[in-house]
């Protein structure tokens, strides 16, 4: 590794087995905002031998008292440093022993929103990766499980925790989860909360009670939330016959919380942008999250709780496996076409982007100084690519045998990626030594494709190549699978999709009996994670956008001459005419779904245009990149001017909103429109939206077009006006004025609306609808004088002594970096060193800066 050695790196190879086994957890809360005492009986039995007893817990907990079987230690067998207590082995009995401790901690004072603390008056908890030692003393590690039994005293009206309900009386909750469980997964709620309840029966007949947990007032915007949990447990049943195993499923909505969503055993917490929605407030996207998110945290409760991690070097196995499960329920719900060319859109943006940089790590990480820095794009979006390969690799059947013998052997347990290839070897008999490289290496394959054509015989030939990432230089070949098509020159698909294997660094594939040179289609459904390189001109991008069967790699050739075209017109060459002449056949062609077509006639943004000229060797010019993207957006509403009228005209959907997927794909083509036409109508259509429509996905691409053109005045004060006790609709307010604003205005608005009132910047979701909509704005973000980098380095420094987890988060703004001129570059670096020097810096931003700069 290049990065500076530190005392708190973990590494893999350094695993050891708890020495303890713990066979119970018992947890009694007496909270007070300011004063809540948690008393823990922990029974532990040794695995071997005699070793002293290690429990996490920092400086914010109080000890009370402690005893073991009931008995006080003598003062020099327990020890105590900034994060642990240790117990000398001298004080153990040799067989089980109960360990008794209570502390007093104070979750008014957690701004940091791990362990427990109070958003909005109410107590709640968020334990991954490492929140639980912020509760009480104990081992706080995934291989540690143990059945839970939690009292809870509390004037709060509603006390929640994992598992059934026990007893419930004034002021007491009894909870017992019988399912033995890391410590990560443990929640705890008390608030003042309403429940839309409903039931489901499972296909073995159990009875469970479901609950959708909200704040007084809200209990009209969370039918949606119970319609996705409802769906989501009988696609897990049908489709990986997976069954719930609890009496009661609960799932509460939190204003401050630091990510979506959180799996915790029965007992999920969400982030409230995630639960709540109506018509009025939340567009069609926000329903669309909401479904896949409730879908994801449920099921993990079979891919993550049922069975967990060993380590959190392991994190992909449970999330690039749930991330996977919930794109195939999108996929089923929805469009799958238009499923998985957004998530091939959002990984691109996302993954390839942290790939290409200082940041990059492998799917399954191999050291880390914060582990909550690795909640990222590679380990759940390309950890589920890679289970998506798996998948192609063995085929439907082997992975669902070895998806049942995964379940089978693993039920209970704290597993491994080694555990997971296992079982797919074991199920199908292939050897998956080399696929594991896809889990060990990090960086994205460059796959370069080449065609000879020679009596009938048309031959592919492929090399492939991964760049160096930070700590891995020389990358072995990895297994490939190379989805293939062919097209005859009339339009007709010749050889239908056939799956290539490719696991050399060279190697060719052959069609033969061919009448005429087809048009190859190539990496079908994206089919692996991998920049292709091909050498083919416009014309046959193209054809395949108009013939190609497969809707991805259509997609994909129109993508292509998009981008070529807006490469070109930002180092100052001529192009678009074939993408805006192609574009114009495809937005009538009235066979295709209009999601598609919505697609199709969305331009690539100026982030993706900068990280394919960066990948092609050129440094990219933010300001070149946006204007280059406003010229060809303009001309294509030029050519097109009537033909988008006629869109945006026939696209309206009739009667009352509803977030199906048929009327939100009518709405997204019927928007993509409205954006190209605002180029040209000085905004006259956006504005007569914004003040007839009454569904926020209407409402807010108005407002979009609206602000770019900087015409947003009015419409954003109505907008405030009518919603400014809408917590989640004002974070929209909030992101949508930076990040649509003209690049050249992006900061100084940022600034402007920093200073208000309602920037309660210690919210979450606050902050990051702020700072993240000014990120979002290449340009402005990016501005030449370093004012972008400046002004979120000054708020990163901030957050940083609140809130260090958001603060290391919203960093990654600045992982580009290396990639744009040296003025930015000096720039950058400088906000980065500032960050680095910072007295008291967490341990979360420094790793993130120090990775940065390395
Ligand atoms: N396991 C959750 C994500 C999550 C991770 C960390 C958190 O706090 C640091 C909170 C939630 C999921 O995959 O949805
Ligand atoms: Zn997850």
Known sequence: MTRTDSPDRQFLADYRPYPFILEQTRLEFTLAPDATRVRADLTFRPRNGSEDLLLDGGKNLHLISLTIDGREPAADQVTRDDERLVIAAAALPDGQFTLATEVEINPSANTAFEGLY??????????????????????????????????????????????????????????????PKPAYLFALVAGDLVAIEDRFTTASGRDVALNVWVRPGDEDRAGFAMESLIKSMKWDEDVYRREYDLDVFNIVAVDDFNMGAMENKGLNIFNSKLVLASPETATDA????????????????????????????????????????????????RSA????????????????????????????????????????????????????????????????????????????????????????????????TQFKRWYTDAGTPRLTMRETWENGRLTLHFTQHTPPTPGQNDKPPRVIPIAVGLIGPNGDEIEPTRMLEMSEAKQEFSFDGLGARPVVSALRGFSAPVILERNIDDATRAFLLAHDTDPFARWEAGRELALHALTALSQGQEGGADYIGAIGQLATDEDADPAF??????????????????AAGAIPDPDAIHDARNRLARRMAETHANLLSAIYDQMVVPGPYSPDADSAARRALRISALGLLTRIDGGERAEVLFGITSNMTERMAALICLVRRGRGGVALSALHDQFKDNRLVMDKWFTVQPMAAPPADAIAIARQLSERRDFDWKNPNRFRALLGGLAANHAGFHAADGKGYDFLAEWLMKMDPINPQIAARMSTAFETWPRYDENRRKRALAALERMAAMKGISRNLREMVTRMIA
């Open 118 to 179: 109070i958003s909005n008056g109410m107590f709640c908890t968020q334990c991954e990766a490492e929140g639980f030692r912020h509760i009480t003393f104990y081992p706080d590690r995934p291989d540690v499980m143990a059945p839970f039994q939690v009292t809870i005293h509390s004037d709060q009206p509603v006390l929640l925790s994992n598992g059934n309900p026990v007893r419930q009386e004034e002021g007491l909750a009894e909870w017992h989860d019988p399912w």
């Open 286 to 333: 926000d329903y669309e999250r909401i479904e896949s998110v409730i879908a994801h945290e449920y099921f993990h409760n079979w891919t993550g709780n049922r069975i967990t991690c060993r380590d959190w070097f392991q994190l992909c196995l449970k999330e690039g496996l749930t991330v996977f499960r919930d794109q195939q329920f999108t996929s089923d719900m």
């Open 337 to 432: 076409s238009v499923k998985r060319i957004g998530d091939v859109q959002a990984l691109r943006a996302r993954q390839f982007r942290e790939d290409q940089g200082p940041l990059a790590h492998p799917v399954r990480p191999e050291e880390y100084e914060e582990i909550n820095n690795f909640y990222t794009a590679t380990v759940y979006e390309k950890g589920a690519e890679v289970i998506g390969m798996l998948k192609r690799l063995v085929g439907d059947d082997g992975y669902a045998r070895a998806l049942d013998l995964y379940f089978k052997r693993h039920d209970g347990e704290a597993a491994t990626i080694e555990d997971w290839l296992k079982v797919f070897e074991d199920a199908t008999g292939r050897d998956l």
């Open 597 to 614: 077509r919505a697609l199709c006639l969305n331009l690539p943004g100026e982030e993706e245009i900068a990280t394919r000229l960066y």
